[in-house]
């Protein structure tokens, strides 16, 4: 048999075409099969109640520490993020002030400029 230029890619091209449909099917299955144990597992009543207990220890710890950091006088997170809240919020009234009073010092500043230039008045 008479092999030509080319032939050998031929071939490769075929083998890697019906590789990528092999690795596509391959990759559905096992979605498909993850897919199952995922709903397998929620599906279970003991990993739900696991699940509940979690979060109710949780919430309770939460509790817990936030009666503890009271108990010290300790100001907890949620009232630090108010507490920075108001900050900004002062700050901007601050800065708005600021402003307000350099608009106010420049108008006082013409309008003495303007007595003293044309003695009186507009």
Known sequence: MKRYPGHVE???AGEAAGGAAAQ????ERGADALGELAQAILDNPLLGQA?????GASE???AAQRSA???LNVASGSDLERL???LRSLSN???EAEDELDRLREEVRDLRRAASDGGGGP
Not at 51 to 55: E, I, P, Q
């Open 84 to 86: 920075e809240q108001r």
């Open 93 to 95: 009234r601050l800065e």
């Open 24 to 27: 596509s099917s391959l990759r």
């Open 51 to 55: 699940l509940s207990r979690a979060a």
């Open 60 to 62: 309770k710890a939460l």
């Open 10 to 12: 031929r071939e490769h």
């Open 69 to 71: 950091l009271a108990a």
